[in-house]
């Protein structure tokens, strides 16, 4: 029988929209501020006109401006930076968002540092990440903010306690480990190539795997009690052999759920863990913007 107490990234994210909504209806009514949210889709990928169209919903359904411009895969990176340019200059606009990957031709790190930093909600922009890393405000990566936020809600204070991050990528490994730093947490930060990862795992009172690798983290490397957040989001073959051959798939994290469930004291799922908090985050990110380029939120 499972110990772990399951933190519920969905329930969590639905609250957090709620309050988001309120604080867009109390920002028209009081200042006539609508926050809008640009997102900026090149090519045709599946998966990613799926993202667009979901965050477009959120957005909508948050009170805020939905803005979506769709841009052929032929778009060359001078045309994209035309359009990141009239973003930038349009007062209705107070976050923008580039739906990653984009075509070949184009290259994401110019497209990013082309973004307002002011307005950049994905906070992958270098100048956020060196407000972030020297303690100023900025806007982070949806990801590891909604992270924390599960964090804070299960643990309360997290001052002092050690917390192991498994992943290095400026999109989640780096931001989560600067934001734990923040809240005062003793970080290690280990990835693939850390040698004998197991043992460093087991030292995390928190562990964050954020690693792309398909149940990596077994029961075993869980220090006994730990809160574990999962990031992965990885999609396998189904387990049920007629399923498998059918061709149908599972989606799991980077943790082995049912071995970690009997060792953690905290665990997200997957699903239903940090993904519901990504879009959720990013609906927040937009209303900080908008507050901060108002002059209404330091």
Not at 89 to 114: M, N, R, T, Y
Not at 146 to 153: F, N, R, S, V
Not at 161 to 190: M, W
Request: proline residues 6%; contains cysteine; aromatic residues 2%.
């Amino acid at each position: 029988m499972s110990q772990a107490r399951i933190i519920d990234g969905q329930a969590f994210a639905e609250g957090l929209r709620g309050r988001i909504a309120d604080a867009v209806a109390a920002l028209v009514r009081d200042h006539g501020l609508r926050p809008g949210l640009a997102v900026v889709l090149v090519g045709d990928d599946p998966g990613s006109q799926i993202y667009v169209n979901s965050k477009g919903v959120a957005t909508e359904a948050a009170g805020m401006l939905s803005v979506t411009r769709r841009m052929p895969a032929e778009t060359t990176q001078a045309e994209l930076l035309e359009v990141v340019a009239d973003l930038n200059a349009d007062p209705a606009i107070h976050g923008i968002l580039v739906q990653f990957p984009v075509p070949a031709h184009i290259d994401p790190v110019v497209i990013q540092a082309a973004i307002n930093p002011d307005k950049d909600v994905d906070g992958l922009n270098t100048v956020n990440a060196g407000r972030l890393a020297t303690g100023q405000a900025a806007l982070t990566p949806c990801t590891p903010v909604g992270c924390m936020m599960l964090l804070e809600d299960a643990l309360g204070e997290l001052q002092g306690r050690h917390a192991v991050v498994i992943g290095r990528s400026n999109l989640v490994g780096k931001p989560i480990a600067q934001l734990l730093l923040r809240a005062d947490c003793t970080v290690t930060i280990a990835h693939s190539r850390t040698r004998d990862l197991p043992s460093v795992a087991r030292l995390g009172d928190i562990l964050v795997a954020a690693v792309g690798r398909p149940e990596m983290v077994r029961g075993d490397w869980i220090k006994p009690g730990a809160a574990v957040i999962d990031v992965g989001m990885n999609r396998i073959p189904s387990r049920r052999p007629k399923a498998a051959a059918a061709g149908k798939t599972i989606v799991v994290g980077d943790v082995a759920f049912d071995e970690a469930c009997e060792v953690a004291g905290w665990i997200t799922p997957v699903p239903r863990g940090v993904g519901p908090m990504t879009v959720a985050c990013l609906l927040q990110n937009t209303l900080t913007a908008a507050r901060r380029l108002n002059g209404l939120e330091g």
